[in-house]
């Protein structure tokens, strides 16, 4: 969550159970930097780095967690309008997944042509490759689902083609309060990448039906932004 889950942050929900810590996000070149700019002066939330301290920024950011939880993997959720400063953020050391962000829906960023607008780029499937094929890390593609014009499906075989190894999914389904679990089976159904299901994951019972669409992994934010969870996500 852009703005809030830094490692301080994180340090502090991973002895929830989580086994994956996802950074940022974090605008990574100067017209997605102008963006975060103008959200922030909108009076929402954005971490607020300069391109010349930003990956030196998430390096120390991921050594710090992994100082205090050597066994989590750390991942950074990134936004760019070319491959390069992704791939210059995969090739951080301390770095496990770099994130493509392909989902955020502020008017900002999506006028710039990124995230959920990426979505509709005729060439998703080839700015994915360039950076499958030039990072050290694993990359995962984290989307939007039930975007208009957008058959997610289709999406998440591209993805799995492209050679992400993880598509992460917010099933986010308009006028519906919780994730659209449908949609998760049947992507579940359809490709053989590793899907991480998200939204809505804030009880134990929303747990059991996330689980249940057959997704090999799942995500939380708002139901841990309090720093806690009252539901238990390891024994449930
Ligand atoms: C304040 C806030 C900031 C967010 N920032 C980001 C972000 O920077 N990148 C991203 O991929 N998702 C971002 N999200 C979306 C969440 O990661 C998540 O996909 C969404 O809230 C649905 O999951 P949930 O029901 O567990 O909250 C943000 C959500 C909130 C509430």
Known sequence: MAGITDADFLNKVIPLGFDVATLGGYSLDSPTINASKMIIERGRKEFDFPLDEIFTHIENEANFIKSVHSAVKVSANVRATTPQPIIDAGNIESLDIVEINCHC???????????????HRE?????????VDNVDSEVSVKIRANVEGVDTVEIATLIEDAGA?????????KGVFEADWKLLSEI???VNLKV?????VNSKENLQKMIGTGVDGFSIA????SGN????IVNF
Do not use: P
């Not at 991480?196 to 809505?200: A, M």
């Open 123 to 131: 060439d998703l499937g080839d700015f994915i490759s360039q950076i």
């Open 105 to 119: 829906r502020q008017k900002e960023i999506v006028d710039i042509g990124c995230g959920q607008e990426m979505l």
């Open 222 to 225: 708002r139901g841990v932004i």
């Open 196 to 200: 991480i299901g998200n939204n809505s």
């Open 165 to 173: 190894d993880y598509l992460h999914v917010d099933a986010m389904k």
């Open 188 to 190: 579940c159904g359809n």
């Open 229 to 232: 969870l009252d539901f238990n």
